[in-house]
């Protein structure tokens, strides 16, 4: 059988990862271990995609920087190929400070990557897909959101089912909710995926037939068509929880929550966010 193809539309950015050794101590300095490379949430998934053995595309923006020459080389050697505008301007970068228990807190500067406009997108870029994978913080702002829905349709059109990573719960209390679960129910997806938190601030019924709720070491609930299963997280020693998520999201489009939970663990148990 042929690989499945995932099409991911959302940030590239320049990921730096900070595990602390202890508590940040104020004015003054703390022992940690550093990483540097790409991230955002739709690269990360495309990656971790590609890592398991899809077809991975990449659809958003980048600046033309010395930051977006990097992201894409990196990004590229993964086996991801980039989709989208490269116009001047500066390559967005998140910091994620991660906690002696692996936990993480991250500061995101997004850069250039909300720019993406429906005028930006080529119908080509998703023929053949499979999945659509968008994330959450594309339907934050404009005209990323705008983009989102109409690649949707564009997706849709060649048979692709559209899957949403809800991305963040602040983001989404702070955009409103009312308008939020609306731009979502605009893409008619068939899988949503999100925290426990993020689920609980949409607002009205949800608009996908198959809902996976995401609890960290307490495993996950997928929700059906009216049927409810619950499966428990992989049993590892975390060291960093960056990017859990979208490997789960990967290994879900790709082969199942099996697949999933395989990849999210495989993901923790390692500094960073990509395979």
Known sequence: MSPPVICTLGDLLLDVIVRLAGPLAGDDDTPAETRTGAGGQAANVAAWAADLGAEARFVGRRGDDAGGRL????LGARGVQLLGPTPAGRSGVVVSLVDPAGGRSMASDRGVCPDLAPEDLEPAWFEGCDWLHVAGYSLLRSPIAAASTLAARLAR????????????????????????????????????LGTERELAVLEGPRPAAEWVSKRGADGIVVTSEG????????????????????????????????????????????VGAMP
Not at 159 to 186: C, E, H, K, Q, Y
Not at 251 to 266: K, Q
């Open 71 to 74: 992201l894409a080389h990196e």
């Open 227 to 270: 049927d409810v299963r619950e499966l428990a997280a992989r049993r590892v020693a975390a060291i960093d929880t960056t990017g859990a998520g979208d490997a789960f999201a990967a290994g879900y489009l790709v082969g199942g929550p099996e697949l999933a939970l395989d990849a999210a663990a495989r993901c923790v148990q390692t």
């Open 157 to 192: 059109a060649g048979g692709a089912r559209v899957s949403v990573d809800l991305s963040t719960w602040t983001g989404i209390r702070d955009a409103g909710a009312a308008r939020f679960t609306a731009l979502l129910r605009s893409l008619e997806p068939d899988l949503v």
